[in-house]
């Protein structure tokens, strides 16, 4: 079977962080969705997404086919009624599509635009009915919210069978060792590890810097660095590339991003190619200890989360100055520049630029990829083609929906 991951109704209402790339790209855990899938399944994948993302994210088709909901969490229960199916059959909760198979290679793409974008959609397939266990990533908060669970299963499929490398006898633990795994090239010295709540993964070429101090579950991932005296508790993910400092909790840093100076950030999900500066705060909790709202894109308005502890949701390509602060419950889109010390509002589009104490400027587009360029070549990286369309789209489509 060709396996192929499909966006479905989840990805409007996972804005901003889909602007940039479907919903199996993001990550929950130490993997991403479809890193999740693909080691379970033993084979490689393609998306089937906006038409904009295709071309960063291609879509390969076959003979025979297995389309799996690209914000679909992995069990073994939903594994086997998957893999069961036969060309022809659909599975189904009771509302929502979650895969189907299928050698009708040609109409995909408008299978996508009739019914795997919709809620509740029916296909034109013999259904079966699952009856497990499951979750959806259909919220952004999901992402922290499923993160102690997914660092765990993600730990111990990545370590199964499998030797760390040695910690160095610097480190303080706290726990039993062999729940902290370290891969070739991982660097830890002088810091507290405290793993009776959980796993840490530290990935390969990491650094935790001197005087951190990390209560599990915790994954750094490949060449992440925690600088001097870093504080986080679990369950936080600091992903590809990113830099951090000061105090965490509950974070997910999608990759490639920095917090590297003082400053908290909880209960929140940082996208790529962001940079928060020195000092910058965010408030997850309310001060009347009431639940927290969230902007939705796909509503156009505040939503309820039904969680107490929400803080931070950005989207790629966006930086804040240092002092920045944040409210509790606050969404910043791509590609922001935001400065200044007051509290930036729960809403801040995409390609904003200026202070909260002043009506936003529109960051002109041509600026806004110097400006990731410029960050991406500090990562040996840098914004192609491939990424300029993408981010131009973004900005047609942005400008449309966030008025």
């Given at each position: ?24 790209e ?41 389309l ?13 009624a998957?893999l069961?199916l ?25 299978f ?5 974008q ?26 922290f ?10 730990f111990?499929?990545?370590t ?27 660097v830890?010295?002088?810091a507290?590890?405290?793993?009776r709540?959980?796993?840490?993964y530290?990935g ?6 001197e ?10 991932c ?35 991003s920095n ?15 962001c940079?928060l ?13 009431s639940?927290v ?36 419950g ?14 930036h ?5 995409s ?18 990829m ?13 914004l ?20």
């Amino acid at each position: 079977m060709n396996l192929i991951f499909f966006d479905n109704w989840c990805r409007p209402h996972l804005l901003p962080l889909t602007y940039t790339r479907p919903a199996s790209e993001l990550r929950v855990g130490i993997l991403t969705i479809r890193e999740k899938w693909e080691r379970l399944l033993g084979q490689n994948s393609s998306t089937l997404t906006q038409i904009y993302l295709q071309e960063k994210f291609p879509l390969h088709t076959a003979n025979d086919n297995l389309l799996i909901a690209s914000s679909l969490l992995p069990n073994d229960e939903l594994i086997a009624a998957i893999l069961d199916l036969k060309i022809g059959e659909a599975l189904y909760d009771e509302n929502h599509l979650l895969a189907f198979r299928t050698d009708d290679a040609e109409n995909l793409r408008n299978f996508y635009d009739s019914y795997l974008q919709i809620e509740s959609s029916s296909l034109p397939y013999h259904q079966k009915t699952f009856n497990g266990n499951y979750q959806l990533i259909s919220r952004p908060f999901h992402i922290f919210l499923y993160n102690e669970q997914e660092i765990t299963r993600d730990f111990e499929l990545i370590t199964h069978g499998r030797t760390s490398q040695p910690l160095s006898p610097t480190n303080v633990v706290i726990g039993d060792a062999n729940r902290i795994f370290l891969e070739e090239g991982a660097v830890v010295e002088d810091a507290t590890l405290n793993v009776r709540e959980g796993y840490i993964y530290i990935g390969k070429d990491a650094e935790v810097m001197e005087g951190c101090r990390l209560r599990g579950p915790i994954a750094l991932c490949e060449h992440a660095v925690t600088k001097l005296d870093t504080k986080i508790y679990g369950a936080t993910t600091i992903g590809p590339y990113s830099k951090v400092g000061g105090e965490l909790s509950n974070v997910v840093f999608l990759g490639y991003s920095n917090k590297a100076h003082d400053g908290f950030l909880g209960n929140s999900v940082i996208g790529e190619w962001c940079n928060l500066g020195a000092a910058t705060n965010c408030s997850n909790l309310k001060n009347n200890y009431s639940n927290v709202r969230l902007w939705d894109y796909f509503t156009h308005r505040m939503e309820e989360t039904d969680q107490q502890f929400c803080g931070l949701i950005m989207g790629d390509h966006s930086k804040c100055g240092i002092n920045s602060m944040f409210n509790t419950g606050t969404t910043i889109g791509v590609c922001t520049c935001l400065f200044g010390t007051n509290l930036h509002p729960k809403f801040v589009p995409s390609f904003s630029f200026g202070n909260a104490s002043h009506a936003y400027e529109h960051y002109i587009l041509d600026k806004a990829m110097v400006t990731a360029d410029m960050m991406m070549q500090r990562r040996h990286k840098s914004l192609d083609a491939i990424e300029q369309n993408l981010l131009k789209k973004v900005y047609e489509i942005a400008l449309r929906l966030e008025k």
